[in-house]
C-alpha cells in the first residue's frame, strides 16, 4: 500500500524594505535597543529619509559619501583610503540631512574630555578607598589599635591558701626577657602559657611567612613572562562607538559597494533561505 508523507519547511524571511542592501545597511546604522521594534522604526525612518533624497541603493549611498570625501580630502587617494574624522563625517550627515544626528555626535565629542578628567580623578582616589578597604576587612584601624595599646594592664588575682595573692600581669616580651623573674609551678602552666604563647601567634607568623613568599614568587617569574601579554591593548578607534559614524565609514573605506555589503554582511536572504537554496 503506497502512503503520501508531506513535509511541510518553515522558513524564516526578511521583511520588504530590508531586501535591498540599502534597506539592511539603515538598520545596521542603529545603536543596538532593547526595544526591536523602537530600532526598527528608526530604521524605516532613515530609509524613508534616504528615497527622498534620491538614493534608491547602496551604490548611490556609496558615490555620495565619496564625493563628500573628496571635496574633504581635495581627491581620493590611489594608494588607500584614510578614515574620515568626526567633522567630515558630521558635514556627510548634514548634507545627508541628518541635522539631529549630526548634533548628537558633535556633544558626544565635546563631553570625551569631561569624562576623561573624571575618570583619571577617580582612579587617583583608589589607594584611599583601598587602604580603608583593607582597615574594615581586619576589623580594626590605627585610631583602634592605639587605644588597645595605651590601656592598663590588670593584674592578675589567684587565691592561695587562705590568701589572695596578686601576680603581676606580664606580657610574651617580659617573661622571655626575664627567664629566671617568673618560676612556674604545675598549677600555673595554664595560667601562664597564654600569656608566654599568645592564641594564635604560630598561625599568623605562619600566614606571614606564606605572604612573603607569595609576594617574592610572582616578581621572579615576570621576566619570564612573553613581552606581548604585557602591551597594554591598543583603544578601538573614536568612530567604531557609534553605530552610524561606523556604517558611513565602512561605506567610505570600501573600494565598493559590494565589498562594503560583504563586509557589513548586507544581506538580502536569511540563513534559513540560503540553506533552502543551498537544497535545491
Not at 576623561?116 to 582612579?123: D, P
Not at 570600501?254 to 557589513?264: F, N, Q
Request: with cysteine.
Amino acid at each position: 500500500e503506497e502512503q503520501t508523507v508531506t513535509t511541510v519547511l518553515h522558513v524564516a524571511g526578511l521583511p520588504r524594505w530590508m531586501r535591498s542592501t540599502l534597506g539592511a545597511w539603515t538598520l545596521r546604522a542603529q545603536r543596538r535597543r532593547e526595544d526591536a521594534k523602537e530600532m526598527e522604526s528608526s530604521a524605516r525612518r532613515l530609509l524613508r529619509r534616504l528615497l527622498s533624497l534620491g538614493i534608491q541603493d547602496l551604490q548611490s549611498l556609496k558615490a555620495r559619501v565619496d564625493a563628500c570625501g573628496m571635496s574633504a580630502h581635495g581627491r581620493l587617494p590611489e594608494a588607500g583610503k584614510e578614515p574620515l574624522d568626526l567633522d567630515q563625517v558630521t558635514n556627510i550627515m548634514e548634507q545627508l540631512g541628518l541635522m539631529a544626528e549630526a548634533k548628537a555626535v558633535r556633544l558626544k565629542q565635546q563631553r570625551v574630555p569631561k569624562q576623561g578628567g573624571r575618570k583619571k580623578a577617580r582612579k587617583e582616589g583608589l589607594p584611599g578607598r583601598f587602604v580603608a578597604t583593607q582597615e574594615l576587612a581586619s576589623g580594626h584601624s590605627a585610631e583602634s589599635t592605639a587605644r588597645k595599646s595605651s590601656k592598663p594592664a590588670a593584674p592578675l588575682t589567684k587565691k592561695g591558701d587562705g590568701a589572695a595573692v596578686v601576680l603581676p600581669r606580664q606580657t610574651a616580651s617580659t617573661a622571655l626577657s626575664k627567664p629566671g623573674s617568673l618560676t612556674l609551678r604545675p598549677e600555673d602552666d595554664d595560667l601562664l602559657a597564654s600569656l608566654v604563647r599568645p592564641k594564635g601567634a604560630a598561625a599568623a607568623s605562619a600566614r606571614r611567612q606564606g605572604t612573603a613568599q607569595r609576594d617574592v614568587t610572582p616578581k621572579q617569574a615576570a621576566p619570564q613572562q612573553p613581552q606581548q601579554l604585557q602591551q597594554p591593548q591598543q583603544p578601538l578607534p573614536h568612530w567604531r562607538r557609534d553605530a552610524l559614524v561606523k556604517a558611513i565609514q565602512e561605506l567610505y573605506l570600501a573600494s565598493s559597494a559590494e565589498e562594503a555589503a560583504e563586509k557589513l554582511h548586507l544581506s538580502g536572504e536569511t540563513a534559513d533561505e540560503q540553506a533552502l537554496r543551498r537544497l535545491a
